[in-house]
Each structure stands twice: as structure tokens, then as C-alpha cells.
């Protein structure tokens, strides 16, 4: 699924699943291949150069949350690149509790906690967070875990809306997100 072009247009010069600017990467791209073009003419024989790139990370998107209005799903978060934000209902609001973890945490990608957070169209007061089994403090609105999920691939998909009749596109309010109208 994915909220309708007209909906919530987010321009943005960040790659869409680490949050670096692409100038940025583009840059180093060319640094680290104009590094190796040099030490492969100053080696004689192969190299044990081995060059790691992290996974993508949750971490560097989440930047704030945001009320959008989807016409599909009536008013939503978004976190700071525009991207969906999700609840589980297998989750617990009142204590604030997550239940997907392991696995689970691979594909739905808790929001980590954060100073500085910025917050617009939510109450402040609903947002909050909590201290889950693996480390991870993570977001809360008013008392659900928040996540996004992988397979949103670009800002504006809702790839997981409704999925396993579990997880939801989550409101403002916290509650779960349903066709507008």
C-alpha cells in the first residue's frame, strides 16, 4: 500500500533507508574509490582490504515526529524523512510494553528514544518512551511502542498498514490509523 502521491510529498536529498545526505555519500564514494585506485598502483601483489558497510539503520532517521494527513488514512505520524510510523497490537500501552523483539525487531524497527526530539501535530505530552530487554530505549505515543518498518522502502509507503491484523499506521492520539473519511 502506499498513501496516495498528493497526500504527503517530503522532498528530501537523504538516502531513504540511512538518513546521510546523498552528496555526502557520493563524496565519500569517490574518496574511498579513488583511495583504493591509489593502493592498488602502490601494491605488488593482493590486498587484505576489506571494506565493511554497516546495514541500514533506523537510528540515523528518526529525527522527529510529525502529523501528516493522508487521504487514504486520515491524520498520521511520520518520522523525521517521512516515513510511516507503526503500533503493534500485541503491545501494551498502559504499562507501555514491546513484545517484538529478536527477530521481530529486524523488521519492525523500534524507534530508538532521542534528545532534541522535534514534535509537530502530536501532543507533547503523549510522547514518551520506554527501556525494552534488548537495550533499546525507544519511542512511545501516548504509551504505544512506535516502529517503522522495513519494507517501506521510500517516504510514503504504508507497506505495513494492517499486516497479520497486528500492525497499524499509528494517529496522532496513538490510536490505530483506518480509511479516512
Not at 81 to 88: A, K, P, T
Not at 155 to 168: K, R, V
Request: with cysteine; hydrophobic share 40%; proline share 8%.
Amino acid at each position: 500500500m502506499r498513501i496516495g502521491e498528493t497526500d504527503c510529498v517530503l522532498r528530501t536529498d537523504r538516502h531513504p533507508r540511512t538518513g546521510f545526505r546523498l552528496a555526502g555519500l557520493r563524496l565519500a564514494a569517490a574518496l574511498v574509490a579513488a583511495g583504493f585506485a591509489v593502493l592498488a598502483g602502490c601494491s605488488a601483489g593482493p590486498t587484505a582490504w576489506q571494506v565493511t558497510v554497516p546495514p541500514p539503520s533506523l537510528m540515523a532517521r528518526v529525527s522527529g515526529l510529525f502529523t501528516v494527513d493522508s487521504a487514504t488514512l486520515g491524520p498520521v505520524v511520520i518520522d523525521g524523512q517521512g516515513y510511516l510510523v507503526y503500533r503493534s497490537d500485541r503491545d501494551s500501552s498502559r504499562p507501555p510494553r514491546s513484545t517484538c523483539l529478536d527477530a521481530c525487531a529486524t523488521t519492525w524497527l523500534p524507534l530508538p528514544a532521542a534528545a532534541g526530539l522535534r514534535v509537530s501535530g502530536i501532543d507533547r505530552q503523549l510522547v514518551g518512551h520506554l527501556l525494552r530487554p534488548d537495550g533499546i530505549d525507544q519511542l512511545t505515543l501516548n504509551g504505544w511502542p512506535l516502529y517503522g518498518y522495513a519494507e517501506d522502502l521510500k517516504p510514503g509507503d504504508a507497506n505495513g498498514e494492517g499486516l497479520m491484523h497486528i500492525w497499524y499506521v499509528i494517529r496522532p492520539d496513538g490510536s490505530k490509523a483506518g480509511p479516512a473519511g
